[in-house]
């Protein structure tokens, strides 16, 4: 119970940060991570936790998993962030670039605006104050052909190779290797 409270309030606690960093243009990498691990890796690490605490592993197995969660929380995020420059409505279940048109910046575009100020400071501003398609899109264009939306993919990628890693200590079983799985199956997901 402790470690679901904790989850919990930490999940509270990152809602309550992208609320406060809500159409924050200066929003850092820093805030962004806070707010993903909050958000999204400490579920992911407590629900992987608790599923080792249910099954009667070690405390060191179950701190293994709590780390193998966090990370492919890390990831699945990275990755949702990615999918929202490429993919489309269909596929995603969502409107695509929806974050950024609800004011959320995410790690592509924050990258890219860190790189590039003068052109994505003005595009933002117009999205977020007029809902326009056609400068949306523009934007979009530019992040996809950027440096900074192809380091997103291959951030997610070292994060899932992390969680991957904390397995080591488990022994060769079908359920290692359905956990060895994940990660690599999520990076290739379309939604």
């Not at 070292?158 to 359905?178: H, R, S, T």
Request: proline share 3%; charged share 25%; glycine share 6%.
């Amino acid at each position: 119970m402790a470690l679901i409270s904790s989850v919990t309030e930490e999940m509270i606690e990152g809602e309550l940060l992208q609320e406060k960093h809500s159409f924050d243009m200066n929003m850092t990498e820093r805030d962004y991570f806070n707010i993903l691990s909050r958000k999204t890796a400490f579920l992911f690490g407590g629900t992987s936790k608790t599923a080792g605490v249910t099954a009667g592993c070690t405390p060191q197995q179950c701190e293994a998993l709590y780390q193998y969660g966090y990370n492919l929380g890390i990831s699945f995020q990275l990755v949702d962030d990615y999918l929202d420059y490429i993919g489309n409505k269909k596929q995603l279940g969502k409107p695509v670039l929806s974050d950024l048109l609800a004011g959320k910046m995410t790690l592509p575009i924050i990258r890219f605006h860190n790189e590039n100020r003068d052109i994505a400071s003005p595009l933002i501003q117009k999205i977020w104050d007029e809902k326009d398609g056609k400068t949306l899109q523009k934007l979009a264009d530019l992040v996809r052909q950027s440096s900074s939306f192809k380091k997103t993919l291959e951030m997610s990628r070292e994060y899932a190779e992390k969680a991957v890693a904390q397995l080591n200590g488990f022994p060769e079983n079908k359920y290692k290797e359905i956990l060895r799985q994940i990660p690599i199956q999520m990076l290739d997901r379309s939604r």
